[in-house]
């Protein structure tokens, strides 16, 4: 995976709630086994209209935001368990979802696919969607070594929450082999040096 230690972007405002992950990748794209190509689908059915056309009015289309940060409506990923769903975000561009609340299961296969999923709290959210909205070329800055948050136009970092070990990960580009296998040299010495064995 991509290594991840700060992030600069604009960001793609989705203030919609309780997007679930059929809505972010509908299931009947669910047919390939590796990651590639399922970003030209993300939100497919809120993208495009039924003859394949882009829809003028969705946020994507409209040519006003961009950027590898999406901020989202609270409770982000809800639904079923497919990790397409990460896989089409982090194939879209996208790097971060800023989000006031995670469904467990999508935070999971996120953090697993190199995709940062930042909680902040419901009136952070609403303050950066109505800055995004009223000014797309607002600049985030992600800074994951620091946990925090910087809105620069604010002149305010805002600090957040990630478990230890995925913070690890991402920082490296680790998944989760790569993890151990970069912990060999301790497993090795760990081994030698214990007085019994099976």
Known sequence: MEKFEVLQSTAVPLPIENIDTDQIIPAR???ATSREGFGEN??????FDNAGQPKADF?????????KILVAGKNFGCGSS????AWAIYDAGFKVVISSFFADIFKGNALNNGLLPLQVSDE??????AQIE????TTLVVNLVNQEL??????????????????ECLINGYDDIDFLVNQKEA???YESNRPWAY
């Open 59 to 67: 946020v994507m289309n409209t040519g006003r935001y961009s950027g």
């Open 124 to 129: 952070v959210l609403a303050r950066l969607l």
């Open 29 to 31: 794209f669910l047919k």
């Open 187 to 189: 497993i090795e010495q």
């Open 134 to 137: 009223q000014d797309p070329q």
């Open 42 to 47: 993300l939100f497919r059915d809120w993208r």
């Open 150 to 167: 910087e809105v620069p136009v604010w002149e305010e970092k805002i600090s957040f929450e990630i478990d230890a070990y995925k913070k």
């Open 82 to 85: 497919r990790e397409h769903a």
